[in-house]
């Protein structure tokens, strides 16, 4: 399983952006896999954003909730992090992951259980 992030960039306070990660390999369907969103921010430690679990339900850090959406495309093969509101402290390297439903990690750690993980897009936030 290969995953590829895009869409960083830079965006002003407020601003939003739309993050992708675009996932290949045999037969891959984001169905089979729990996902999520973690960022890390140079000198700090690295944290989960948001994260779908072997349930379905999305759940989100309480820094993003209201202004983050976690979402695939209908074909299962793309994962999306739609931000909105964005603010300074918002600005960091964004990563996609995933891992098989059977082999999900449940604590509040997860991002360093995933099996998958790609390499990242920047997100840089202007004032």
């Known amino acids: 399983v290969q995953l590829v992030e895009s869409g960083g960039g830079t965006v002003q306070v407020g601003g939003s952006l739309r993050l992708s990660c675009a996932a290949s390999?045999?037969?891959?369907?984001?169905?089979?896999?729990?996902v999520g969103w973690f960022r890390q921010a140079p000198g700090k430690e690295r944290e989960g954003v948001a994260r779908?679990?072997?349930?379905?339900?999305?759940i989100y850090a309480d820094s993003v909730k209201g202004r983050f959406t976690i979402s695939e495309d209908n074909a299962e093969t793309t994962l999306y992090l739609q931000m909105n509101s964005l603010k300074a402290e918002d600005a960091a390297m964004y990563y996609c992951?995933?891992?098989?439903?059977?082999?999900?990690?449940?604590?509040?750690?997860?991002?360093?259980?995933?099996?998958?993980r790609g390499k990242g897009t920047l997100v840089t936030v202007s004032s």
């Open positions: 992951a995933a891992s098989p439903r059977s082999s999900c990690p449940s604590s509040s750690l997860w991002y360093y259980g995933m099996d998958y």
């Open positions: 390999g045999s037969s891959f369907s984001f169905s089979n896999y729990c």
């Open positions: 779908v679990d072997r349930s379905g339900t999305s």
